[in-house]
């Protein structure tokens, strides 16, 4: 049964997976590679719970609740005696298999080791530590604390109990997920990309302005968000990233990046994140 959850990342879905377990009601163990990141966090954390109190979705008493379970550090060691342990760090296939056979080395025996992937392949991580039965994919979709849907990715290694686990951990949290086998983009993003791909595709042959282009996606299928506006939200390197793994497991031509969209990361041009992409965010 899962009590104690550990998370890693320093980025905003770090933070949101542990403000989303905490809430569940977990002991959260939040590893950040250096103290003023996790502090970082920490603060980040306190002002989406303030903005909740500030709403009244949630009272300060539960909010200070909140908060209390969970921690910071910044050594791999503290996360020992986790249940379940989900990492979120860069999308980096040889940087996430070389955590897990650390993790491996440190987690308690029973523990499960989850990635948040959105793309990579969960196998490739199992088999880098000695309990391939053990790990699997959790895949929460920023922002956390707001997406309902998980993806929980089932690698050919994992075992029946460990994705019971990680369906029952998702369900606590309050969110909804889905059973995926362990294929590059899984369901959203394999469906997804080729969509934000080709949208990027016809701004670069001058089908219309990038404004019009959201404009028609959001009015014609009533899509909160227009592509081009979600590109700059998801980072268009992390963007590129997730077509070329597409890519090359599929080899589908809908799947290969446009040129712009390299060009753009290149400039360091990534969207939200950076201050520019396809529109300017006046960084």
Same mark, same amino acid.
């Given at each position: $049964?899962?009590?104690?959850?550990?998370?890693?990342? @320093?980025?905003? $879905? /770090?933070? %949101?997976?542990?403000?989303?377990?905490?809430?569940? /009601?977990?002991?959260?163990?939040?590893?950040?590679?250096?103290?003023?990141?996790?502090? +970082?966090?920490?603060?980040?954390?306190?002002?989406?719970?303030?903005?909740?109190?500030?709403?009244?979705?949630?009272t300060q008493d539960?909010?200070?609740?909140?908060? %209390?379970?969970?921690?910071?550090?910044?050594?791999?060691? !503290?996360? !020992?005696?986790?249940?379940?342990?989900? #990492? @979120?760090?860069?999308?980096?296939?040889?940087?996430?298999?070389?955590?897990?056979?650390?993790?491996?080395?440190?987690?308690?025996?029973?523990?499960?080791?989850?990635?948040?992937?959105?793309t990579l392949p969960?196998?490739?991580?199992?088999?880098?530590?000695?309990?391939?039965?053990?790990?699997?994919?959790?895949?929460?979709?920023? =922002? !956390?604390?707001?997406?309902?849907?998980?993806?929980?990715?089932? =690698?050919?290694?994992?075992?029946?109990?460990?994705?019971? +686990?990680?369906?029952?951990?998702?369900?606590?949290?309050?969110?909804?997920?889905?059973?995926?086998?362990?294929?590059?983009?899984?369901?959203?993003?394999?469906?997804?990309? =080729?969509?934000?791909?080709?949208?990027?595709? $016809?701004?670069?042959? %001058?089908?219309?302005?990038? #404004?019009?282009?959201? +404009?028609? $996606?959001? /009015?014609?299928?009533?899509? =909160?968000?227009?592509?081009?506006?979600?590109?700059?939200?998801?980072?268009?390197?992390?963007?590129?990233?997730?077509?070329?793994?597409?890519?090359? #497991?599929?080899?589908?031509?809908?799947?290969?990046?446009?040129?712009?969209?390299?060009?753009?990361?290149?400039?360091?041009?990534?969207?939200?994140?950076?201050?520019?992409?396809?529109?300017?965010?006046?960084?």
């Amino acid at each position: $049964m899962t009590t104690r959850v550990g998370i890693i990342g @320093s980025g905003i $879905m /770090g933070s %949101g997976l542990a403000e989303v377990a905490a809430r569940a /009601g977990f002991e959260t163990v939040l590893r950040s590679r250096k103290p003023e990141t996790g502090d +970082a966090m920490v603060a980040g954390l306190n002002k989406s719970l303030s903005k909740q109190v500030a709403k009244e979705r949630l009272t300060q008493d539960e909010a200070d609740a909140i908060a %209390g379970r969970v921690s910071t550090c910044t050594d791999l060691s !503290a996360l !020992a005696e986790c249940d379940l342990i989900i #990492e @979120s760090v860069v999308e980096d296939l040889a940087v996430k298999k070389q955590l897990f056979t650390d993790l491996d080395a440190i987690a308690k025996p029973s523990a499960i080791l989850a990635t948040n992937t959105s793309t990579l392949p969960v196998v490739e991580m199992a088999m880098s530590t000695n309990r391939p039965t053990q790990v699997c994919g959790i895949h929460f979709f920023n =922002p !956390a604390p707001m997406m309902k849907l998980v993806e929980v990715i089932e =690698p050919l290694t994992a075992d029946a109990a460990t994705i019971d +686990a990680a369906v029952e951990f998702a369900t606590a949290c309050g969110k909804a997920p889905v059973r995926v086998k362990d294929r590059a983009g899984f369901i959203v993003n394999a469906l997804l990309f =080729p969509y934000l791909n080709n949208a990027a595709r $016809m701004l670069e042959m %001058g089908t219309a302005s990038a #404004e019009d282009i959201d +404009a028609a $996606m959001q /009015g014609g299928c009533n899509f =909160p968000m227009g592509p081009l506006a979600l590109l700059d939200l998801v980072g268009l390197d992390t963007s590129v990233s997730i077509l070329d793994a597409l890519y090359a #497991e599929f080899g589908d031509s809908n799947y290969v990046a446009v040129p712009s969209l390299r060009r753009m990361v290149t400039a360091g041009q990534l969207g939200r994140k950076s201050g520019r992409g396809f529109y300017d965010y006046g960084r």
